[in-house]
């Protein structure tokens, strides 16, 4: 029997994916990504992963290969998605840009992109989740590097995203916030049925948010699994290592 997992529609596929700069060379032979899955990717530095990351947010053309994403196909040769496509997807980076703007501008900001009306009564949850009803009139320059972070991640989700991307999203955040902006994104995970891929440098922030788990190495995959198979019996002695720390980066 599938487990629910793997019975979750398929996202994203890529095939035969290779992205080269030269010294570096990034190859993702086969992967696909489903529909309400957390997908974490770990990795030393210099792995791949923000380069994947990219791929997916279609902000770096492949060399090769194609990616599939909601039934379309895009080839290195034509990777230029529908904008409709586009607008169902979705980055937080590890340093919010913020419109120098109030923080309601910042978050109703894709809302107007879209040319979408400003449902309140469906961001308050979004707003409320994250702390931010106190401080919706303050200009975002004046925000702390938490509330900052937890604003750009409101702006992310406004729109239901099909597709969240977050790369080291908490990376220079203390606990609280980083509590406050995991607890939002499982929720929204659970809710709608997105497709998420974290990139953390944090496995034990993998192990609390993960569905999935991969383990990027020098441009290749090590290892995809559950994270339950993955933390307590990977397959690969790469994986293994990795996790145990014997891999310094
Ligand atoms: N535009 C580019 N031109 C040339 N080389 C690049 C470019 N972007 C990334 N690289 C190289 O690709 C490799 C992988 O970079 P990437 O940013 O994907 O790593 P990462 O796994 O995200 O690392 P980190 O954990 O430090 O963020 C690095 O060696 C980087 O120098
Ligand atoms: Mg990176």
Not at 52 to 69: A, E, I, Q, V, Y
Request: with cysteine; net charge neutral; hydrophobic share 40%.
């Amino acid at each position: 029997m599938l487990s629910q997992l793997e019975a979750r529609g398929v996202s994203y596929s890529l095939q035969g994916i290779v992205k080269d700069y030269g010294e570096f060379r990034l190859t993702v032979e086969q992967l696909e990504l489903r529909e309400g899955e957390i997908f974490c990717l770990l990795g030393p530095s210099g792995a791949g992963k923000s380069t994947l990351l990219r791929l997916l947010n279609f902000l770096t053309p492949p060399d090769s290969g194609k990616m599939t994403l909601f039934g379309r196909t895009y080839l290195s040769s034509n990777f230029t998605p529908e904008l409709q496509i586009m607008r169902q997807i979705t980055t937080v980076f590890q340093r919010p840009a913020l419109l120098n703007e109030r923080v309601w501008n910042n978050i109703v900001y894709p809302l107007k992109l879209r040319r979408q009306a400003v449902d309140k009564a469906a961001i308050t949850p979004i707003i409320e989740r994250l702390g931010l009803s106190g401080i919706l009139d303050q200009p975002a320059a004046t925000l702390s590097g938490g509330e900052a972070q937890r604003v750009a991640l409101a702006r992310a989700l406004v729109f239901s995203p099909k597709v969240l991307l977050l790369d080291e999203p908490t990376a220079n955040l203390d606990p609280e916030n980083i509590a406050i902006i995991e607890g939002m994104v499982t929720s929204y995970a659970a809710e709608h049925r997105s497709t998420i891929v974290w990139i953390t440098h944090n496995q034990f922030q993998a192990r609390r948010v993960g569905d999935r788990v991969c383990l990027l190495e020098k441009g290749r995959i090590i290892e995809v699994n559950s994270k339950e198979k993955i933390f307590s019996d990977p397959d690969n002695q790469r994986t293994r290592e990795f996790l145990c720390g014997d891999i310094l980066y």
